[in-house]
């Protein structure tokens, strides 16, 4: 895939950008396709279908283009989803995602397939980003610097509350349908449930597709229905929908007035996801693709390991009302986070997504070990100096690049507890 190739297909669609700005009152100034430039948009994960486009000459500001792009990316082709379209409105608008100046979700069927002459796009306003690529390669410890609550963690903890507070959950309601359309098994499933983070765009459209095939009866696709694979997914001994509903039941829930809360989640919240929004000078949400309803503590699963963060979080979230969190709710709050985290990165995602290294005994290793991680998790409920020396332990490890040797601590106090 070559940088050409990727700027080439952003700019048959400049034209209609332009109208779409021009009709938002954006860009006036603006007169053709000729006085734009368009560049790759160069991160980390290097994705074709996000681009740069900058007035050549006029003082308008760049803006960030997402597109549908026909170049495969992680295996899968992008689209430009409703659900994120109407959720970038709703987080912008209280300012919580970059400004979304114009999008186009035009879709023009032919048979079973969308016009491929006609991607649809969004148009957002430039961000700088938080992740800093280099020093996280360099720095051993960058995770856990950046994650602190004086840093990115602290700013994540802000946007974190405010989107709690200030984006109800009404809006997910009709994506909740289409969800279960795709995904049957998530019909028994609360709206507290860990697994609606597991439905990402991604994931449901290799559904849909897989689901589209099946009317053809080729003996693969046959094969893969008569196994019920989990989302259809293509590895070999991926888990079934029972596997992925008996872990569900299986997760321990989450407790307290406030990580129990349910919310619209950012869903993948972690620093590269956070930008300086140019025009606001604010730190705001990106790639919202995963964003979702959940109980609060699940957007802390990738930076909460930091007591300091619960802190800022349940102060940002309670600064309203004119009171200030406890001690205890801080802490408690703290311990949730990290049930959340491990729920999360130890069990769905391994469980749900694809990862190579799943083999014939993996599902029934992993409902086994959310069975021990369910029992783990009520007794340190029910012993809370032992819980708080745990929590403890974790963030000291953290704070110097390691980890926690969750296993042996986990068969320790279910041993201890025995």
Same mark, same amino acid.
């Given at each position: 895939m070559s940088t050409e190739d990727c700027v080439s297909e952003l700019r048959d669609l400049i034209p209609r950008v332009l109208q779409a700005l021009h009709t938002n009152k954006v860009w006036e100034s603006v007169k053709s396709a000729e006085e734009i430039s368009c560049e790759k948009f160069e991160d980390f994960m290097s994705r074709p279908y996000i681009s740069i486009l900058t007035p050549v000459n006029t003082e308008e500001s760049p803006v960030v283009v997402k597109f549908e792009s026909k170049i495969p990316f992680a295996g899968r082709l992008f689209r430009i989803e409703p659900q994120t379209v109407e959720i970038h409105q709703l987080l912008s608008d209280q300012g919580l995602a970059t400004t979304l100046l114009a999008f186009s979700l035009n879709q023009t069927m032919c048979g079973d397939h969308v016009e491929d002459s006609l991607p649809n796009f969004t148009v957002e306003t430039v961000g700088v980003g938080c992740f800093d690529l280099a020093a996280a390669s360099a720095e051993e410890n960058y995770f856990a610097h950046a994650n602190s609550e004086t840093e990115t963690g602290g700013v994540m903890a802000k946007l974190a509350a405010r989107l709690h507070k200030k984006i109800p959950v009404q809006w997910f309601d009709k994506y909740r349908r289409e969800k279960c359309e795709l995904c049957p098994l998530m019909k028994d499933e609360a709206d507290d449930s860990a697994l609606w983070v597991m439905m990402r765009t991604p994931a449901l459209a290799q559904a849909r597709l897989a689901a589209k095939a099946g009317g053809s009866g080729g003996d693969e696709v046959q094969v893969v229905h008569k196994k019920n694979k989990f989302l259809n997914q293509k590895r070999a001994h991926a888990a079934s929908d029972e596997d992925v509903k008996r872990l569900a039941a299986l997760l321990p829930r989450p407790c307290g007035e406030h990580a129990s809360r349910v919310v619209t989640c950012h869903g993948d919240l972690w620093a590269a996801n956070v930008v300086m929004d140019k025009r606001s000078n604010q730190a705001v949400l990106i790639d919202l693709e995963g964003v979702t309803v959940s109980y609060a503590a699940t957007d802390?699963?990738?930076?909460?390991?930091?007591?300091?963060?619960? /802190?800022?979080?349940?102060?940002? !979230?309670? +600064?309203?009302?004119?009171?200030?969190?406890?001690?205890? #709710?801080?802490? /408690?709050?703290?311990? +949730?986070? !990290?049930?959340?985290?491990?729920?999360?990165?130890?069990? !769905?995602?391994?469980?749900?997504?694809?990862?190579? #290294?799943?083999? +014939?005994?993996?599902?029934?290793?992993?409902?086994?070990?959310?069975?021990q991680f369910s029992a783990y998790v009520e007794k340190l409920r029910n012993d809370w100096d032992l819980a708080l020396q745990i929590c403890r332990l974790n963030a000291q490890k953290a704070s110097e690049g390691s980890d926690m040797d969750f296993y042996d601590v986990m068969d320790s106090v279910l041993g201890k507890s025995s």
């Open positions: 802390f699963a990738q930076f909460g390991e930091s007591r300091g963060v619960s /802190k800022v979080y349940l102060e940002e !979230l309670m +600064e309203d009302t004119g009171s200030v969190p406890t001690e205890e #709710d801080i802490d /408690k709050f703290w311990f +949730e986070v !990290l049930i959340a985290g491990h729920v999360q990165r130890g069990i !769905l995602r391994p469980t749900c997504w694809e990862e190579d #290294d799943w083999d +014939e005994t993996s599902a029934n290793k992993m409902i086994a070990h959310a069975e």
